[in-house]
């Protein structure tokens, strides 16, 4: 983790900017298991700040080292403001916990539960997030990105049909993955932006599967389809092109890209023709093999941040 830590702070340095400004983290593991030593270094550094965190383990990431003997432990994902965040308090109660941090127009937050994995379980789980948003003055209806990370103990299909009656009819980027395993009690948990105006949504129509608020276009997961990985990325980068036009942005305006391979052998294969997709300095991005029986090995998932320029 400390070397994860290490890359983000100098990039943070770099504008200007310090962990104070962290609002949103994503943290890939590649074991469960480590997470009570490697979350420790994670909150020495962001301290009594506590930004929207997210963590799970992820079968595979890129080699940072190239040394197959070395294999890439953890990968921390930050987004950052340039104003002070109002960071919310962390809550950690019997059945959820919830962190996040508050900007000028959007609330970054996420929220881990330990409800069984059934229909009945699910129902508590989303109550819990309609909840918090009730709770900062809000509702469902302020979401403009949603990203569901479940375990292997959950049923698709519950999950999704889950979700989809409570997002029903509103515009909103959402993303479902299914991981190895989260960390702690957690079985299920979202990772969301929330507008804290509701008008500056209004912009937005359902089944895009994407979201504008102001400057920053949210598109959620693209599943990619064909004989081969190459095909595959091509028509997952092609959809999200689509997403970034309805919403009058260019896939150029690209700020973060996250990719999920059914099998990260094929990087080589993705990489060649991603690299066609965007000009230097391409868009941040982060590439991992979520779970292990793999989706097939010609699957990609990617999600897109993007903003205006």
């Known amino acids: 983790m400390q070397e994860s830590i290490d890359k983000v702070a100098a990039i943070l340095r770099a504008a200007g900017l310090d962990a104070h400004n962290i609002v949103s983290t994503q943290i890939y593991l590649s074991a469960a298991g480590d997470a009570p030593l490697e979350m420790q270094a994670y909150d020495h550094y962001v301290g009594s700040h506590r ?20 294999p890439t432990k953890t990968e921390l994902l930050a987004v950052a403001w340039t104003g002070k965040p109002a960071f919310l308090p962390e809550i950690d109660n019997r059945v959820s916990r919830v962190s996040g941090a508050a900007t000028m127009d959007r609330m970054y937050f996420a929220l881990d539960g330990w409800a069984d994995p059934t229909a009945e379980g699910l129902r508590s789980f989303l109550g819990d997030l309609s909840r918090h948003l009730t709770e900062h003055g809000m509702d469902v209806d302020h979401l403009a990105s949603l990203t569901v990370v479940y375990d292997g103990s959950w049923d698709d299909a519950t999950v999704r049909e889950g979700f989809g009656r409570l997002l029903d009819g509103m515009g909103v980027a959402v993303s479902f ?12 948990a979202v ?8 008008q500056a949504l209004d912009g937005n129509r359902p089944g895009l599967d994407s979201a504008r608020l102001g400057d920053t276009l949210f598109c959620g997961t693209s599943r990619g389809t064909g004989a081969t990985t190459a095909d595959a990325t091509r028509h997952s980068l092609v ?10 942005f260019s896939i150029e305006d690209a700020a973060f890209v996250n990719v999920f391979l059914g099998d ?14 965007f000009s230097e300095p391409p868009p ?25 320029r």
């Not at 890129?62 to 070395?70: C, H, K």
């Open 191 to 198: 990772s969301a932006v929330a507008a804290l105006d509701r």
């Open 177 to 188: 993955l299914r991981v190895n395993a989260l960390i702690g009690r957690s079985t299920i």
């Open 284 to 308: 941040a991005r982060a590439t991992v093999e979520l779970q292990r029986p793999a989706s097939p090995s010609s699957m990609m998932a990617s999600m897109v941040l993007a903003r205006s």
């Open 239 to 248: 959809q999200l092109a689509s997403s970034a036009s309805a919403h009058g």
């Open 51 to 70: 930004p929207a965190h997210l963590a799970f383990e992820v079968s595979r990431m890129p080699l940072v080292s190239g040394d197959p003997s070395q």
């Open 264 to 277: 990260l052998t094929q990087f080589a294969a993705m990489n060649e023709v991603y690299g066609t997709y």
